[in-house]
């Protein structure tokens, strides 16, 4: 692979950069401060979002950044996986800073899916407003009472019912239900249990205000409910929606899961990057302001070598995604599994190190919510686990490795 952009992305990186620096870093803080006066504790069903982003995000499909992630020039900006990667590092560096440029998990995986194995009725009720920014979106898949590090163990139901199907079940950590948009969440449950296990499952439309869905709570990571976003509980007890609503058919919900989550994993990757460089430029420019014992405090504790440990595990990061995203774009997702896995492992653990590296750096004030360290520290702990554990995606790569040293069957 080229190890320099194309000047396409080039010309969007600028501008992005340039959008951040003008419209959005001067009220970073505002925003941060604000989010939390307007969306105290766990009251869901009052969180709002803050008028500045709906401000920011008119700007921005105005300057045509604006569904960067989609491989469509009609319907958005029309760049691959790896000319949209390190767009979406600079989108990165601030937690609310993806859904101005309507980038943002889970809609971008679910807008995906609707692209790609929707029917035209689906893209029209569905996708048009996603795309439009009007409308946010949700992704049930994990469960509550099953250990969901293995998928096949989920246990909601879709059953055929005529010209409906009946779904029940339990699905958490369901993220953006909690956002007051939030109209409907794709679910994975099993459809065809006689089947074997990679072709037991469907993903089915459900409208959130559809009778028998009951948004139980939102769910808090390390104290923080992320709101106005929120990682939430649903249950679903007889709940009917149209047979029209199952997206490309009963069975095909793993199939459609390998597409989804090849690029979606390219774009969480790469806004954990931007993440750990922003934690990384807050812990130089604090340590090198602050002084302790005569000294700045980034001469202090071993914390220059720390600083460069920390720009080399990055930048190793990101060659290491930019890699997998140029393997999907030019051989495909299947033949990218290594890749992928690996990056799912390597960017959240360093992402980790490098953001309680600069929490140290701050003291207490890191520990607060005066810098956004700690919700950085909250996030890309629970990427660990989102998508599945790192021992999940280790099991993969060592198993497609040892597979190069078996003898072929004959």
Known sequence: MHFEHSSKTQDYVARIKSFMSE???????QIYSEMHELNPGGDWENWKL??????????AREQG??????????????????????????????????????CNAPDTGNMEVLYHFGSESQKEQWLKPLLAGQIRSVFGMTEPNVASSDATNMAASIVEDGDEVVINGQK????????????????????????????????VIIPLDTDGVEIKRMLTAYGDYDAPYGHGEMH?????????????????????AQGRLGPGRIH??????????????????????????GKPIIKLGGNQERIAHARMAIDQARLLTLNAAWKIDNVGVKNAMTEISAIKVVVPKMAQEV????????????????????????????????????????AMVSRLELKKYMAPRT
Not at 236 to 256: D, L, S
Request: proline share 6%.
């Open 65 to 102: 950044l604006w569904n960067l992630f989609l491989p469509d020039s009609k319907l958005a900006q029309g760049l691959t996986t790896l000319e949209y990667a390190p767009l979406a590092e600079e989108t990165g560096r601030m937690l609310f800073a993806p859904e101005i440029f309507n």
């Open 172 to 203: 958490w950590w369901s993220t953006g239900l909690g956002h007051p948009n939030a109209k409907f969440t794709i679910l994975m449950g099993v459809s065809n249990p006689g089947n074997d296990r990679h072709n037991r499952h469907a993903m």
């Open 268 to 293: 969480h990757c790469m806004r954990t990057i931007g993440l750990a460089e922003k934690a990384l430029e807050l812990a130089i420019k604090r340590g090198m302001e602050r002084v302790a014992f």
């Open 355 to 394: 953001v309680d590296m600069a929490i140290q750096v701050h003291g207490g004030a890191g520990m607060s919510n005066d810098f956004p360290l700690a919700h950085f520290a909250a996030g890309v702990r629970s990427l660990r686990l989102a998508d599945g554990p790192d021992e999940v995606h280790m």
């Open 23 to 29: 419209h959005v870093e001067p009220v970073e803080a």
């Open 50 to 59: 803050h008028p500045m982003l709906e401000k920011l995000k008119v700007m």
């Open 236 to 256: 679903f007890t007889n709940v009917r929606v149209p047979k029209e609503n199952i997206v490309m058919g009963m069975g095909k919900g793993f199939a459609i």
